[in-house]
């Protein structure tokens, strides 16, 4: 006890003699930030003045060892007037600088960025700032987020862009700049606009790739936008008819490369064509994700389900595994199917994907039905048990899940039947076919699959307080044709043998999770959250695609929205939608509530439902799927 207050005593005396003491560093940013505070007007900033380091004051965010001021967010403060010289750019570290929605005015200090050098994030917009951009700017090559839009600033755009490479966000539309813009190379860029200003010229190649929306406002041409030639249907000259043969052969030769890149990027991924009309091992090997993802196997000829079973057996140097017969084929619930394992056997067969627990085929009978049927790896489960859990599986009956309709079961072999959905899955959808061809996903779509997988999960959980669903990701979450989402694969981690690892995917993983075999409702619950994430912004998180990295979604988000609470986090495609900002935030407000460090601190499904029902009440109607497709009928691709 005595010892405990001497050592108190001592933390008290040296925090005491430190403190007068405090980095040269804190000290000047100090100084910098009253310097600041009185030469902006408006609202009073309520910072206690007696304290010697500034890093408890409102906006102001210091580094881990208190050293020195990192971070200066002062959005929305009503402040009025010039941005003196001589402070801001002493905050030598500062690495975020916020004060848009302000109504700072004038030139912004030739001096103001000249020490910054570790300034990441620079966000001003929305303020009366003019002139223009000071030089000093372009030697700042930390920057990653520049947003200057809605001031006057005027000038021309300086080609010197292009030494801030690490740029992701330029935001510059509604100012006055003027001339043409610059030839910027930025592969990092990202988000780019630079729409209502009043430039001129020809849209510069490497950013024909952003949207119209980014250039409207300006008297500019050129792809995005209409061609700067004018006039196109007037006689061709002699030049321009050899420009377009030229044009046409450098075009074919563009083509032939990314058919051979494609072919080599298929063949790296195990993904080569098929031989003879068997499918390989090599195929079963696909990552469910990834295959997909890719659509692979989708328009493939197809080879009889038994064949593709048989290309393993074969090279295991096995006899035949399956034997007919009808009650070989265990039917759950009223199917209304009519069919035994012969034609199943028989039905023309392509690999959808592997998955955690065994490749999933698409199998079309003679009579046109098609269904998934998963073919189970390492079971490690007795005939009994087995039965018994699917029995279980099967009565699971929710709109919102894909249901078990049969499943087959021998020593050798396990076969679960299920619908096939045609449109494949959200991580698809969200991740497949970036660039081109691809409908975007609007917000009310990603409203109803978070609500509509809600449910789906709320109901499984429901059934019992140990029953979770224990590998929630986004290439689980199937769709209908009218993008009603179904969650599959529920009710499988408790079979799964020791090298079927559920719930791989780190990504979507809750820190508490050590056995991937017992993951609780709480668990489902975070990665429930990471899928909203992903909904959200668009990217994917980590391991959840083959090759790409894919981010840390949590800590992504939160990093983000500690920087600042903003269109940063969103993706691009919602961004054009108006008037559902507030939703967006509460969905993401969800999504940081539902991945919390501490299962206790993370809402239960149900409350997780009843939160998005609230968002909006058009976005929990769904359009009322048709029964065809939900019986597993595609009557869109099956052959006659
Ligand atoms: C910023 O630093 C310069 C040079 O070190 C100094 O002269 C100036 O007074 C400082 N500005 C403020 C507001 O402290
Ligand atoms: C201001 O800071 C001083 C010194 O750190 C402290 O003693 C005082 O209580 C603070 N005042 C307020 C209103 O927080
Ligand atoms: C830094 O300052 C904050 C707030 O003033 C305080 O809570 C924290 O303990 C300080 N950290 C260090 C390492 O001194
Ligand atoms: C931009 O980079 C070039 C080459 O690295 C350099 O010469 C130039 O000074 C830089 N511009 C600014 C404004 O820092
Ligand atoms: C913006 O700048 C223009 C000149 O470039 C000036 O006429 C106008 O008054 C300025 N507007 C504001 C709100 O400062
Ligand atoms: C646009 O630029 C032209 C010439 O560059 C200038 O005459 C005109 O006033 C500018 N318009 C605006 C709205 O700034």
């Known amino acids: 006890m005595k010892q405990f207050g001497v050592h108190h005593l001592l933390l008290f005396a040296a925090a005491i003699l430190l403190l007068p003491f405090a980095t040269p560093d804190i000290a000047s940013d100090r100084a910098a930030l009253l310097g600041l505070r009185s030469a902006v007007g408006g609202r009073v900033l309520l910072w206690n ?8 004051w409102s906006g102001v965010v210091c580094s881990p060892e208190n050293s020195s001021v990192v971070e200066l967010h002062l959005p929305g403060m009503g402040l009025s007037g010039k941005l003196p010289s001589n402070t801001i750019t002493n905050m030598t570290n500062l690495q975020t600088l ?30 009366f700032f003019s002139g223009q951009i000071p030089e000093t700017l372009f030697s700042l090559t930390s920057l990653v987020r520049v947003n200057l839009a809605e001031n006057n600033f005027s000038g021309p ?4 862009f292009n030494n801030l490479t690490r740029l992701g966000t330029l935001y510059l539309q509604n100012n006055h700049f003027s001339g043409p813009i610059p ?9 780019f606009d630079v729409s209502n200003n009043n430039l001129t010229g ?7 790739g952003k949207p119209k929306s980014s250039f409207a406002g300006n008297s500019l041409c050129g792809d995005p936008l209409d061609s700067c030639n004018g006039k196109p ?3 061709l000259s002699g030049g321009a008819i050899a420009g377009i043969i030229i044009g046409s052969v450098l075009g074919f030769l563009v083509l032939l490369l990314l058919v051979f890149c494609l072919c080599r990027m298929l063949a790296r991924k195990g993904v080569s064509s098929k031989d003879e009309g068997v499918v390989k091992e090599k195929e079963l090997e696909i990552p469910t994700e990834k295959a997909m993802e890719s659509g692979v196997g989708k328009d493939s000829p197809s080879s009889s389900f038994a064949a593709a079973m048989g290309a393993r057996e074969k090279e295991k140097g096995e006899g035949r595994l399956l034997s007919g017969g009808k009650k070989g084929l265990v039917f759950l619930g009223k199917t209304g199917w009519n069919f035994d394992l012969d034609d199943l056997l028989r039905a023309s067969a392509e690999v959808l994907g592997k998955g955690t627990f065994g490749t999933a085929y698409k199998a079309v009978m003679e009579n046109g039905l098609a269904v998934a049927v998963k073919r189970l790896r390492d079971v490690n489960m007795g005939e009994k048990e087995f039965r018994e859990k699917m029995e279980e599986v099967g009565k699971m009956d929710h709109e919102n899940l ?10 050798e072999e396990k076969l679960l039947v299920y619908d096939y959905l045609p449109m494949g899955s959200l991580s698809a959808l969200l991740h497949g076919n970036k660039g081109g061809g691809r409908t975007p996903l609007n917000w009310e779509t990603r409203a109803a699959i978070a609500l509509g997988t809600a449910r789906g999960i709320s109901y499984l959980h429901s059934q019992g307080s140990t029953i979770s669903h224990g590998n929630i990701k986004s290439s689980n979450i199937l769709l209908t044709k009218s993008y009603e989402p179904r969650v599959s694969d529920f009710g499988l981690a408790q079979l799964a043998g020791p090298t079927a690892t559920p719930n791989r995917v780190a990504g979507y993983r809750a820190p508490e999770v050590t056995d991937p075999h017992r993951v609780s409702q709480k668990a489902d619950v975070y990665s429930f959250g990471v899928l909203l994430l992903e909904l959200l912004t668009g990217k994917a998180p980590t391991h959840s695609l083959m090759n790409e990295e894919g981010v840390d979604l949590p800590r992504w988000v939160q990093s983000v929205v500690r920087e600042e609470w903003t269109a940063e ?11 559902v900002e507030e939703d967006m935030v509460q969905l993401l407000q969800l999504a940081v509530d539902c991945t919390a460090q501490y299962p206790d601190n993370r809402p239960s499904m149900m409350k997780v439902v009843a939160k998005i029902e609230e968002l909006s009440p058009k976005t929990s109607q769904y359009p009322i799927g048709d029964i065809v497709e939900s019986h597993g009928l595609d009557s869109g691709s099956t052959p006659p």
Request: net charge positive.
């Open 49 to 56: 003045l007696s304290s010697l380091t500034p890093c408890q």
């Open 157 to 160: 755009l300086s080609p010197s």
């Open 202 to 208: 020809e849209i510069p190649r490497g950013l024909s």
């Open 569 to 579: 986090v969103f993706d691009l495609e919602l961004l054009r939608y108006q008037n």
């Open 183 to 191: 030839d910027l190379n930025l592969p990092t860029l990202d988000q």
């Open 233 to 235: 249907k007037k006689k």
């Open 98 to 127: 916020s004060l848009r929605y302000n109504a700072l005015s004038g030139p912004l200090p030739a001096d103001i960025f000249s020490s910054l050098t570790s300034l990441r994030n620079l966000y001003l917009q929305h303020n």
């Open 402 to 411: 894909v249901p078990l309709r049969a499943y087959y079961y021998n020593r």
